[in-house]
């Protein structure tokens, strides 16, 4: 029906798929386990034609239900640009933030050359709740398709052997 999601995780990691059903957006919900510490990992599709503020209201309604302390990242392919100013956008900047949510990115992830436009449709938020770690996004301006990539990197600092080193998450 739409784009479709796929999610490649280590096989020396431990994952395990969460199935919650939407109908205004594709999603694919993964409970991740590094370094004994849990994390949720959403990849979303919603298509253009799909209805904006039912998306909103129903992404809000798939975080109640995963735990208030746990870290959350959420990447995709919304189709909401937040560099414009509009009452969608404020309601789903305004959402995204009173989820604990950071929105990583702030400029644009896909142009199209024939409208002369450019727009920051592809998402990645954050909700943080790791000890001592710090979470860096950049958009990697390739033409691999008519939208860019994106990383989303979380290192965290942990003990080793009485010393701070980063570990990458």
Known sequence: KGGGIVVYVKENINSMQIKINTISFEL?????????QPLSLLAIYRQPKLNKNMFITELENVLKQIRIKQTIVIVGDMNIDILSENNTVAKYTDMCLSNGLQITINEPTRIDVKHNTQT?????LVRNTLNQSIVNTAVIKTTIS????FFCCIKHTCCVKHKHLPTEI
Do not use: A, G, Q, R
């Not at 920051?120 to 990645?124: E, G, M, N, R, T």
């Not at 008519?146 to 990539?149: A, G, I, P, R």
């Open 28 to 36: 694919l919900h993964l409970e991740v386990e590094i370094n004994k």
């Open 120 to 124: 920051c449709i592809d998402h990645c």
């Open 146 to 149: 008519d939208h860019f990539s």
